[in-house]
């Protein structure tokens, strides 16, 4: 018998693509081989995410082609795993080009639902009934080993993995689908969390991304001593192979703050850089968004962080239109860009979900024109702010980990090496021609030019 193909295609955040990961070490460990073609996949599976409007629309109109090319292969398995499946469960198994769905929590189950199809075939389905309830211990257990025994490197980017911390979240933000879909906040074991990044360091990792929806929020109590995401960083810090830790993403909030600040400063492999999303800077938003800072408090951690840690990096996030947002309110979050100075801002729309709060209490008033006007300004005020800071760049040289060969231009104009990019211990992005096979491992790069978002070197050495 030949062997069966399967595709993945990931459409959400990092922890999806964690997920993503794992599944697809979990498949091929039952003999199953990976294809990046749909057309020659026995088993077509898409992660999913719920977190606008936008992001599932996607999802919906692959499943559209998915059901075309079905027509000419009937045999072909459709699998929806993540955030949608457990959101809209047997929903999504009614469409036509549908055969499994299955919820973040159950993805550990995922290579028996795929064989099982092929026996039965007979729709499957795998959610949690009601995902605000505690995860039960053997929800947990079957996460934990899921994560440890598939544990891979990234599959777009050689040398660099993600390493949970965390699972869902209990913050509910109103706007927020995520603890619908990902279900209470469970910090992992830290000894766990160690052995897995020591086994990555064993198999040729250098850069680990620690991750968790609020991951500075991270505590285990161990006996006596309880873990935060500083201890993390300091043990994972000694392991041999390691060269950098990144975490993401920070919730703004004091505990634990300096102390993770400190590790940073104090440890080389910690790189300085910092996601922490405002979302606003009116304080009524906030309020209304059950954020639980103010612009102020805001501010007063992007000042400390920076003292604590010169040179930092700080991204940050926003939703613009949240129900209820004035002129006067858009106005203070522009101010509160201009001085957090970003080095990158992701600035989303606000998307009414589905039985969060936000949407079952505050009608979405701002019409579409406005939130397309204030996207777009609050993009031209971050985008000055890049573009200064990315120039400071210019003429220096720096340390970068390359990924691969970047998506645009693959032709270098003195002949010979390909466009590659990377990103530096602060997360900017540099392009620069040099050889592929440089993925996965360190460089020096000279940086000769700059835009807002990319820096563009020439390859000094090698590490
Ligand atoms: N846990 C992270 C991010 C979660 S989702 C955090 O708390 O920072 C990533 C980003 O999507 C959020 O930071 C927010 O800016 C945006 N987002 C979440 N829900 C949204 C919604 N309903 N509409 C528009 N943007 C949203
Ligand atoms: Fe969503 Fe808020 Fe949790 Fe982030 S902290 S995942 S925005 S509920
Ligand atoms: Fe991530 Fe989207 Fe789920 S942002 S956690 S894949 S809803």
Not at 290 to 306: K, M, T, W
Request: charged share 25%.
């Amino acid at each position: 018998m030949t062997q069966m193909k399967v595709h993945i295609k990931s459409f959400g955040c990092q922890m999806n693509r964690l997920d993503t990961a794992l599944v697809r070490s979990s498949l091929q460990q039952v003999g199953l081989c990976l294809t990046d073609s749909v057309k020659d996949a026995d088993i077509v599976l898409i992660n999913t995410c719920s977190v606008r409007e936008h992001a599932e629309q996607r999802v919906i109109s692959h499943l559209g082609h998915l059901k075309h090319i079905r027509k000419s292969r009937p045999d072909i398995v459709v699998g929806v795993i993540g955030c949608m499946a457990q959101r809209l469960g047997e929903k999504l198994l009614e469409h036509e080009a549908v055969d499994i769905v299955c919820g973040p929590t159950q993805i550990p189950q995922i290579a028996k639902l795929v064989a099982d199809i092929f026996v039965s075939r007979k729709k499957e389905i795998a959610v949690t009934e009601k995902i605000l309830k505690k995860t039960t211990q053997k929800q947990n257990l079957a996460l934990e080993e899921f994560e440890s025994v598939f544990s891979r490197e990234d599959e777009n980017i050689p040398g660099q993995a993600y390493v949970r911390v965390m699972r869902g979240c209990n913050n509910f933000c109103t706007y927020c689908i995520v603890p619908y879909v990902r279900g209470p906040e469970v910090c992992r074991p830290p000894g766990a969390i160690i052995e897995q990044i020591k086994r990555l360091a064993d198999n040729g990792i250098k850069q680990v991304t620690l991750l968790g929806q609020t991951v500075n929020s991270y505590e285990y109590k161990q006996g006596e001593k309880t873990w935060s995401l500083a201890d993390l960083l300091a043990a994972a810090s000694d392991i041999d192979g390691i060269e950098w830790l990144k975490f993401v993403t920070s919730y703004p909030s004091e505990e634990f703050f300096d102390d993770i600040m400190h590790i940073m400063a104090a440890s080389e492999k910690v790189c300085s850089y910092l996601h922490i999303p405002a979302q606003s800077g009116s304080d009524k938003i906030l309020r209304a968004m059950n954020r639980r800072y103010d612009s102020r408090q805001y501010l007063e951690l992007l000042e400390r962080a920076r003292e604590i840690v010169p040179g930092i990096a700080i991204a940050g996030d926003f939703i613009v239109g949240f129900p209820g947002e004035t002129e006067e309110d858009f106005r203070a979050t522009v101010e509160l860009t201009k001085k957090a100075e970003y080095r990158n801002a992701f600035i989303f729309k606000y998307s009414p979900r589905p039985d969060t709060s936000a949407d079952k209490k505050l009608p979405d008033t701002v019409p579409a024109e406005i939130k397309q006007k204030r996207n777009v300004e609050l993009l031209a005020v971050q985008e000055k702010i890049s573009e200064r800071l990315s120039r400071n760049f210019l003429g220096k040289q720096v340390k970068v980990m390359v990924e691969g060969l970047s998506k645009k231009s693959h032709i270098d104009s003195t002949g010979g090496n390909p466009q590659l990019v990377a990103r530096t211990a602060t997360d900017y992005i540099v392009v620069f021609n040099g050889p592929e096979s440089l993925a996965g491992h360190f460089v020096e790069v000279k940086i000769i030019n700059t835009s807002p978002l990319t820096l563009f070197g020439e390859l000094v050495h090698e590490y």
